[in-house]
């Protein structure tokens, strides 16, 4: 179950031509490799940036106060129970510095967010990858996996780059069985898309604990991942652990502004959902039907098969479409696509459906 090192592969920071230069110009390009919002940002956000550029020569509020009493009364939570960061990959990170040194194990399912493996490498932990059960996390095989050199167990849920998800009943047993002084991450980035009753961020899963912290993010549905933004809600113990390691005004300062904005536009957050699950749907009955099936997702993507995944990125590539081979996942057989807007969505079938009956 351990692993050799990994290639130093960086998650976040893509650039459109990471995984092979795409033809055409550039303004003719789709991107659809990196989980990005394709609906912008919200109008209030943008104009708040555009009003806060003035105070730039300014730092920023050193702790993102007035983002945690945004966040605390938008998701009625403790605001000191509330740390901000530079993405949610920054607080991943910083859990990780905290809680992890060389020689100890951190638990997670096969096929996570890859930067669980890169954040264990960076703090010399040992990553522990654990079998899924039809690309979903099998939690009996994650708690079976844990030993007395585990420090942290990670669940993404929804997970990237699977779009799978566990309900709340399995994220909850994973907790109760979880010895109280093993971490347990519940990474909820993709959150928002979520659309089963039964589905939970894990909010509800922190109290009365002092281990279980949740990290959620406004790279996606909020549409603003170039700023960098990210929360974790957590037991106050933890939260004044890891406001200890993080750095002073780690949030600049066009970031906090333009979150707080983004969480006074909810009706804007929600037509992105809205319009993305429908996208999802449809694009995943359209590739179905060219014989190309998908996962069942709740992100906003979709992990697809094809026979030959290499072959149909590099033909997308001079169609001018990217999209994220995942065989550093272990995962060679899918390709990870990013649900764009209805135009992308239809350019993106367009060419698969040439390529099917070019090479199918
Ligand atoms: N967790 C998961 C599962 C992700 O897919 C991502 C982004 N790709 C992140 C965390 C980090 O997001 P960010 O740093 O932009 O908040």
């Not at 806060?52 to 945690?68: F, K, M, Q, T, V």
């Not at 009943?169 to 089963?196: F, G």
Request: overall charge negative; charged content about 25%.
């Amino acid at each position: 179950m351990k692993t050799a090192p990994i290639p130093y592969i960086a998650e976040a920071g893509f650039s459109v031509t990471r995984h092979g230069k795409p033809s055409g110009p550039p303004e003719s390009w789709i991107q659809l490799a990196s989980n990005e919002s394709s609906f912008a940002a919200s109008p209030a956000a943008m104009e708040a940036v555009r009003r806060a550029i003035g105070e730039i020569h300014r730092y920023p509020e050193p702790s993102s106060s007035d983002l945690r009493n945004a966040i605390a009364a938008r998701y009625d939570l403790p605001a000191e129970q509330i740390i901000c960061g530079n993405g949610s990959e920054a607080v991943i990170e910083t859990i990780y510095r905290c809680y992890a040194r060389p020689g100890d194990e951190v638990v997670f399912s096969r096929y996570s967010f890859i930067q669980f493996r890169i954040f264990a490498e960076r703090v010399g932990a040992t990553a522990v990858l654990v079998d899924e059960r039809d690309y979903t996390p099998d939690i009996d095989a994650l708690l079976a996996a844990v030993t007395a050199k585990t420090k942290i167990v990670l669940l993404a849920n929804p997970n990237n780059p699977t779009g799978t998800w566990l309900p709340r009943s399995e994220v909850r047993r994973l907790r109760d069985n979880l010895r109280p002084d093993i971490v347990l991450v519940l990474d909820a980035a993709y959150a928002e898309y979520a659309e089963s009753e039964d589905f939970t961020a894990g909010h509800e899963l922190v109290a009365g604990t002092e281990n279980v912290i949740v990290t959620r993010t406004f790279s996606k549905a909020f549409g603003l991942a170039g700023l960098r933004v990210g929360w974790a809600h957590g037991p106050l113990s933890m939260i004044r652990v890891l406001g200890r390691m993080k750095q002073i005004g780690n949030v600049n300062r066009l970031a906090q502004t333009a979150a707080i904005a983004a969480l006074g536009d909810l009706a804007f957050v929600n037509d992105v959902v809205r319009t993305t699950s429908a996208s999802r749907r449809r694009c995943a009955e359209a590739l179905e039907e060219l014989g190309f099936p998908s996962l069942p997702s709740q992100g906003n993507f979709l992990c697809t098969r094809f026979p030959d995944a290499a072959a149909v990125h590099a033909f997308l590539l001079g169609q001018g479409i990217v999209v994220r081979p995942i065989e550093d996942y272990g995962l060679g057989d899918f390709l990870r696509i990013t649900i764009g807007s209805d135009g992308e969505m239809d350019r993106l079938i367009a060419a698969l459906k040439q390529y099917r009956d070019e090479k199918g």
